[in-house]
């Protein structure tokens, strides 16, 4: 039997991609207006800035700012996939910040009170994580409390037990953590010779591939495995699965463990390359977790989609430091970013729009093959 011939307009991929594209153009041109009001002779100069990022700087230093692009793509993947995981079984994992700051803690913690060596400070970054993620999902299943309620919470209550935590390690002169670099190497996450690509850029480590693995392996146990159709099954008819025997409470809570710990995975593989510190006096929840939420939905909440859309946000991110502060202020660059991260969550937007259309388009056909049928 011939195969039918599919419009490429009908193909969910396609359909993923573009409006992934409506959304970056939009972000894109919203931002450009923005800046124009703020001050018009500029804004083409800024916007462009933007677009360029690292592409801006020479050869060597071009390479040097890739590789920490790569490297801080790495959480916001992480973050994603977390996202998207939860979002199979149903449950929209709003923790996730919090998740990732309870990576960071448990990383940096065991790495500097501890000096324990890198590869168990991911595990217990990713214990830390699922130890969270379990407690949403506890509540959820065993006490009927809103997942986004609980969730919210937890950010708020993890990022002050880290602050009091980690200030036990940090600097005697900052209200930083400790370097990596100078009181526990051993931590550091080994570089297995990448730097060599990006002029010797010492936080490229395995944590890059590290990170496209995890991707790949969710895409496998969602999409191949009887495990993920049951958490998908538990996502899309909480009370068919149960019909069916499945093990519905056991499996939201194993999902929101699994989601933690991607996220406090994600934290460690980027505080043990030694980039960047703690700050114990942080009084906001890190934006990278909410970052990751757009990250899941501009990749299509598809695993392998989020790999590139992760990459494009923190590539638009350190695009927006490149705007002249002399005619901009020093928040313009996190505003235009926020504004494309912000349009990038209503990918499934339009996407839900290009496939009503269609459906609109076929049942018109339909109801003008019948009247001349009839006639």
């Given at each position: 039997?011939?195969?039918?011939?599919?419009?490429?307009?009908?193909?969910?991929?396609?359909?993923?991609?573009?409006?992934?594209?409506?959304?970056?153009?939009?972000?894109?041109?919203?931002?450009?207006?923005?800046?124009?009001?703020?001050?018009?002779?500029?804004?083409?100069?800024?916007?462009?800035?933007?677009?360029?990022s690292f592409f801006?700087?020479?050869?060597?230093?071009?390479?040097?700012?890739?590789?920490?692009?790569?490297?801080?793509?790495?959480?916001?993947?992480?973050?994603?996939?977390?996202?998207?995981?939860?979002?199979?079984?149903?449950?929209?994992?709003?923790?996730?910040?919090?998740?990732?700051?309870?990576?960071?803690?448990?990383?940096?913690?065991?790495?500097l009170a501890w000096?324990?060596?890198?590869?168990?400070?991911?595990?217990?970054?990713?214990?830390?994580?699922?130890?969270?993620?379990?407690?949403?999902?506890?509540?959820?299943?065993?006490?009927?409390?809103?997942?986004?309620?609980?969730?919210?919470?937890?950010?708020?209550?993890?990022?002050?037990?880290?602050?009091?935590?980690?200030?036990?390690?940090?600097?005697?002169?900052?209200?930083?953590?400790?370097?990596?670099?100078?009181?526990?190497?051993?931590?550091?996450?080994?570089?297995?010779?990448?730097?060599?690509?990006?002029?010797?850029?010492?936080?490229?480590?395995?944590?890059?591939?590290?990170?496209?693995?995890?991707?790949?392996?969710?895409?496998?146990?969602?999409?191949?495995?009887?495990?993920?159709?049951?958490?998908?099954?538990?996502?899309?008819n909480y009370n068919?699965?149960?019909?069916?025997?499945?093990?519905?409470?056991?499996?939201?809570?194993?999902?929101?463990?699994?989601?933690?710990?991607?996220?406090?995975?994600?934290?460690?593989?980027?505080?043990?390359?030694?980039?960047?510190?703690?700050?114990?006096?942080?009084?906001?929840?890190?934006?990278?977790?909410?970052?990751?939420?757009?990250?899941?939905?501009?990749?299509?909440?598809?695993?392998?989609?989020?790999?590139?859309?992760?990459?494009?946000?923190?590539?638009?991110?350190?695009?927006?430091?490149?705007?002249?502060?002399?005619?901009?202020?020093?928040?313009?660059?996190?505003?235009?970013?926020?504004?494309?991260?912000?349009?990038?969550?209503?990918?499934?937007?339009?996407?839900?729009?290009?496939?009503?259309?269609?459906?609109?388009?076929?049942?018109?056909?339909?109801?003008?093959?019948?009247?001349?049928?009839?006639?």
């Amino acid at each position: 039997m011939k195969k039918e011939n599919t419009s490429l307009l009908r193909r969910d991929s396609f359909q993923t991609l573009l409006s992934s594209l409506v959304c970056v153009l939009g972000g894109l041109i919203v931002g450009y207006l923005v800046l124009l009001f703020i001050e018009p002779r500029g804004a083409s100069e800024a916007i462009f800035a933007v677009m360029k990022s690292f592409f801006r700087y020479p050869g060597s230093l071009k390479l040097k700012y890739f590789g920490q692009t790569l490297v801080r793509s790495v959480p916001l993947l992480m973050c994603a996939l977390s996202v998207l995981f939860a979002y199979k079984v149903g449950m929209f994992n709003i923790g996730v910040a919090g998740q990732y700051v309870a990576g960071a803690c448990a990383a940096l913690y065991a790495a500097l009170a501890w000096n324990l060596p890198w590869y168990l400070c991911l595990i217990l970054a990713m214990a830390a994580g699922a130890v969270l993620g379990a407690a949403a999902g506890f509540l959820k299943t065993q006490c009927n409390v809103n997942v986004v309620i609980s969730g919210i919470m937890l950010n708020w209550i993890m990022l002050y037990l880290t602050n009091l935590l980690l200030g036990t390690v940090k600097s005697p002169t900052s209200p930083y953590t400790k370097s990596l670099q100078g009181t526990n190497p051993g931590a550091l996450l080994p570089n297995l010779g990448m730097g060599r690509f990006f002029n010797n850029e010492r936080s490229v480590t395995i944590a890059i591939p590290l990170a496209v693995i995890m991707a790949v392996l969710i895409w496998v146990v969602l999409n191949k495995t009887k495990f993920g159709y049951e958490l998908k099954a538990t996502g899309n008819n909480y009370n068919a699965a149960r019909y069916a025997g499945m093990r519905e409470n056991r499996n939201i809570i194993l999902t929101m463990m699994i989601a933690g710990a991607l996220a406090g995975m994600g934290a460690g593989l980027l505080y043990l390359t030694g980039i960047e510190e703690w700050e114990t006096t942080i009084a906001s929840v890190p934006a990278m977790g909410f970052n990751g939420i757009a990250v899941a939905f501009l990749g299509g909440l598809s695993p392998l989609g989020s790999i590139l859309s992760a990459f494009f946000i923190q590539y638009i991110t350190f695009g927006g430091g490149n705007v002249d502060l002399q005619v901009y202020c020093s928040q313009i660059s996190s505003l235009i970013s926020s504004l494309i991260i912000y349009l990038c969550a209503f990918v499934a937007f339009f996407k839900f729009y290009i496939q009503a259309r269609i459906r609109r388009n076929d049942e018109k056909k339909a109801a003008e093959a019948k009247e001349g049928g009839e006639g």
